[in-house]
């Protein structure tokens, strides 16, 4: 006989499969964790959509009169740097934005945003604001100047 054949081995012995359940404290308390997370994160979000609301209005208001409102072009120029200054008011101090206007206002617009070239047409803007007139110029183009104002609320402070 050989070593070999003397050497018998019996099976294995296997441990029993442990069963997955979440009936330990500790998946309880991942879960609570997990909603608690859910909960302050949804009240994060719903708090900035509220806080956010004020900008929604004024581009819609400023899309609906480009888009469907045959203003003249002075009033459309005057209506965007009202709501302009409306969403100013919301975002800064009330003191320092409500006493601006002429040049200081639209460099104060193109202080907050770094694409902006409210200045630029600052002799338009004067007269559609204060005559109530607008004067032709090449340089000017009411759908991009409405672009501008709707990309300065969406992105000032």
Same mark, same amino acid.
């Given at each position: 006989?050989?070593?070999? %054949? ?7 012995? %296997? +441990?029993?499969? *442990?069963?997955? =359940?979440? @009936? #330990? ?5 991942? /879960? ?5 997370? *859910? ?13 956010? !609301?004020?900008?929604? &209005? +004024? ?12 203003? =003249? =072009? +002075? ?11 409306? #969403? ?5 101090d ?6 601006? %206007?002429? &040049? ?7 202080s ?10 600052? @002799?338009v803007?004067?007269? +559609?604001?204060?005559?109530n %007139?607008?004067? @032709?110029?090449?340089? /000017? $183009?009411?759908?991009? /100047?409405?672009?501008?104002?709707i $990309?300065?609320?969406?992105?000032? !402070?």
């Amino acid at each position: 006989m050989s070593q070999d %054949e003397n050497i018998k081995l019996n099976p294995l012995i %296997e +441990a029993d499969p *442990i069963p997955f =359940t979440m @009936d #330990t404290i500790g998946w309880k308390i991942m /879960f609570v964790m997990l909603l608690i997370l *859910i909960v302050y994160l949804s009240y994060r979000y719903y708090v900035k959509y509220k806080r956010n !609301a004020y900008r929604r &209005e +004024a581009i819609f208001e400023i899309q609906s009169m480009i888009n469907g409102n045959p203003n =003249t =072009t +002075a009033s459309s120029i005057s209506q965007i740097m009202f709501l302009l200054k409306q #969403t100013a008011l919301e975002s800064y101090d009330r003191k320092k934005v409500a006493s601006l %206007e002429g &040049e200081k206002w639209l460099t104060f617009l193109d202080s907050k945003l770094n694409q902006t070239g409210f200045i630029k047409h600052h @002799d338009v803007i004067s007269s +559609a604001i204060y005559k109530n %007139e607008f004067n @032709d110029t090449n340089s /000017f $183009n009411l759908k991009s /100047f409405s672009n501008m104002s709707i $990309n300065w609320i969406k992105k000032h !402070a």
